[in-house]
């Protein structure tokens, strides 16, 4: 039976049995498989991987597993440490868009809050959710580790945290989105973008006592929603803070 030892680098251990986790380990194999599938195969998706080395020497995710081959395999967040001479997948859009899983609503919510262009239903299935992060080239966000594993998906990220305050920081230091946040630009329920709207066009549709106190108001152009400063914005505000804040208050 052939051969290889792997060690798997950084947060890439998450997705690792522990008896794997920081330390090099034999994998022993019959078939011939690609080190992409090889890889997935240990649990680890292959949007999270920034370069493979085998024998010290950089390989892309079609490299075919020999015996006795020395694997090494980093995460994106070691981009700036390991300069790899091949690149595993294209650089990220310059303008970053994200689709999420079913999983992530209230994550979703805070995405568009701050102003990113976030798609999310909770009735997408797997192979819907694969082929809009394809086709459009959105980052897909998910707590499905199957779903990053599918062919289709170039860029990906497995949200660790499970509370969702937690997950839209973790989100915010992956992409480093903190110096791209624009508030208060998206339509929290359908992501569409928000325009000023003159409060005589939809007096019909406000509570009696907004009528009297507010004056400034917004629109979904998709879905007609109204949004004003209300008691919410001032807890929004809060949140964006808190968020934002998390920036030189490294986990």
């Known amino acids: 039976m052939a051969r290889a030892d792997f060690c798997v680098h950084a947060e890439l251990n998450h997705f690792l049995s522990p008896n794997k986790r920081q330390v090099s380990f034999p994998y ?11 890889i997935e195969s240990l649990g680890v998706p292959h949007p999270e991987i920034e370069a493979i080395l085998v024998n010290t020497k950089a390989v892309d995710f079609s490299y075919i597993v020999q015996d006795g081959d020395s694997i090494q395999v980093y995460p994106v967040s070691a981009s700036k440490e390991i300069l790899s001479p091949i690149s595993l ?6 303008i970053l868009r994200f689709v999420l899983d079913v999983h992530l609503g209230k994550l979703a919510a805070s995405v568009r809050m701050l102003g990113f262009d976030t798609l999310y239903r909770n009735d997408y299935d797997d192979q819907e959710l694969a082929q809009i992060s394809a086709s459009e080239q959105r980052i897909l966000l998910t707590r499905d580790k199957g779903l990053l594993m599918r062919s289709l998906v170039t860029f990906g990220y497995y949200v660790r945290a499970t509370n969702p305050e937690q997950q839209i920081v973790e989100v915010m230091r992956r992409y480093d989105l903190f110096n791209k946040v624009l508030p208060f630009q998206r339509c929290i329920r359908c992501n569409g973008l928000l325009e000023p709207v003159e409060k005589e066009a939809i007096l019909d549709q406000l509570p009696q006592k907004t009528r009297i106190a507010i004056d400034e108001f917004h629109r979904c152009r998709e879905c007609s929603q109204i949004y004003w400063r209300g008691s919410h914005y001032e807890k929004m505000q809060n949140f964006i803070e808190e968020v934002l804040s998390s920036q030189d208050n490294p986990a």
């Open 28 to 38: 022993y194999f019959k078939e011939r498989a690609s080190i992409k599938d090889t």
């Open 89 to 94: 997948r294209p650089q990220l859009p310059t």
